[in-house]
């Protein structure tokens, strides 16, 4: 079942990219593990499954400690500062940098284990209140502000859509998400290269491809 589902998933994420045009491989699918089981995610790693995101990280202590490093994992929630020990020596990838002060946690941990921590920058790309993230209009700065913390690599920016019943709503979201991105690119900033544009979760995954995104958050189209 699991094996099908992923099979599905990797089928649709295929066919958006021939239909934008672009290589299968430009696209990575981050695999949502935070309802699945253990043993769900050792049949979704059987079946090709190379990169897990967890939202908890409690959760995805508990889970590493069984799994290990057969996968990748990732940090698609909220990080609060207290977690930040945790998160830098278990996390590949942080999704979910949203501020300073965290960016500062990220950077003194990561230097304590003598690594460079990848991080994405949340972009708040919708205006809601229930969601974190910066404003796009103070990313510039933000990310200019970042380029003193020299344990932090910043590959790119992540957002989350608006939950909607048509998943074309929020296109018009991961298209200003794409276009900052290329916008600051364009700025040439001495801290980064944004390349990664996470966006696009089980409902809108095929509209943030044909948007731009090239990893996908995906957890419901394979645990379900």
């Known amino acids: 079942m699991i094996a099908d589902n992923i099979k599905n998933v990797t089928q ?33 790693i059987e079946a090709g499954i190379r990169i897990v995101g967890e939202s908890r990280i409690q959760d995805a202590m508990a889970k590493h400690r069984i799994i290990g490093d ?17 998160a830098v020596k278990m996390f590949s990838l942080i999704h ?25 920058v ?3 790309i919708s205006g809601e209140e229930t969601k974190f993230g910066i404003a796009p209009g103070g990313i510039v700065e933000f990310l200019k502000q970042l380029s003193s913390y020299r344990n932090i690599n910043i590959k790119g920016l992540m957002t989350i859509a608006p939950e909607v ?4 709503k929020v296109r018009p979201y991961f298209r200003a998400l794409r276009q900052l991105r290329d916008k600051i690119n364009a700025m040439h900033l001495a801290s980064c ?7 696009g979760m089980t409902n809108d995954f095929e509209v943030a491809i044909e948007e731009g995104a ?3 958050r995906i957890g419901r189209a394979i645990f379900r």
Do not use: P, Y
Not at 71 to 86: A, C, F
């Open 70 to 86: 057969r996968v990748t994992w990732h940090l698609i929630g909220h990080l609060q500062t207290n977690k930040v020990k945790d």
């Open 122 to 124: 949340q972009v708040n």
């Open 214 to 216: 090239n990893m996908v």
């Open 165 to 168: 019943d048509d998943a074309e």
């Open 193 to 199: 290269e944004l390349s990664i544009l996470s966006m």
């Open 96 to 120: 979910s940098l949203d501020s300073l002060r965290l960016a500062k946690e990220i950077n003194k941990e990561a230097e304590k284990l003598g690594k460079v921590q990848d991080v994405l």
């Open 12 to 44: 649709r994420i295929a066919r958006c990219c021939e239909k934008s045009g672009r290589l299968v491989d430009d696209v990575q699918l981050v695999c949502v593990t935070k309802e699945a089981s253990v043993e769900e995610i050792d049949q979704a």
